[in-house]
């Protein structure tokens, strides 16, 4: 009996953790039917992020879908910047390391940010780079 009962936290450790693979499964399917209307899109556990054209939007992920989602245009961005533990950082050559990986958004009008979190800080990087490019590239003359 003394064995039984010494597998049984066993038993409801290895239910949690199926329940909770479950729930990731969910949030992971649920985030991939959401992206497909976009160009471009990030999953994370902090965030998930779309780009279709000028257009940005980004949520919270949960098992029912993307969840206070927010959407703005890069036409009304006027600086993104990649901050470590809240400090901006160049994208070309981020830290190895970090706590709070985010990109930040400051908009031109209000002065007012938006901080999309990430989990990864060479991800965070690599988006970084490409919307300063579309940023780049929708200010080019030939667009305007």
């Given amino acids: 009996m003394e064995h039984?009962?010494?597998w049984l936290p066993l038993l409801a450790m290895f239910f949690w953790l199926a329940w909770q693979g479950s729930k990731e499964y969910q949030k992971v399917?649920?985030?991939r039917v959401w992206a497909e209307q976009f160009e471009r899109a990030k999953y994370d556990i902090y965030s998930v992020l779309g780009q279709k054209g000028n257009s940005i939007t980004w949520g919270k992920p949960t098992p029912?879908?993307?969840?206070?989602?927010?959407t703005f245009s890069l036409v009304d961005v006027k600086e993104i910047s990649l901050l470590i533990d809240g400090k901006s950082v160049n994208v070309e050559i981020p830290p190895d390391k970090g706590?709070?990986?985010?990109?930040e958004f400051v908009f031109c009008e209000s002065g007012?940010?938006?901080?999309v979190p990430f989990?990864?800080?060479p991800?965070?990087?690599e988006w970084a780079k490409y919307l300063h490019s579309a940023l780049a590239s929708w200010r080019s003359p030939t667009n305007q």
């Fill in 4 to 6: 039984g009962l010494l």
């Fill in 29 to 31: 399917e649920a985030y």
């Fill in 112 to 115: 007012d940010s938006v901080r």
């Fill in 64 to 70: 029912q879908g993307p969840v206070k989602l927010e």
């Fill in 99 to 103: 706590r709070s990986i985010e990109l």
């Fill in 119 to 121: 989990t990864e800080i």
């Fill in 123 to 125: 991800l965070a990087a």
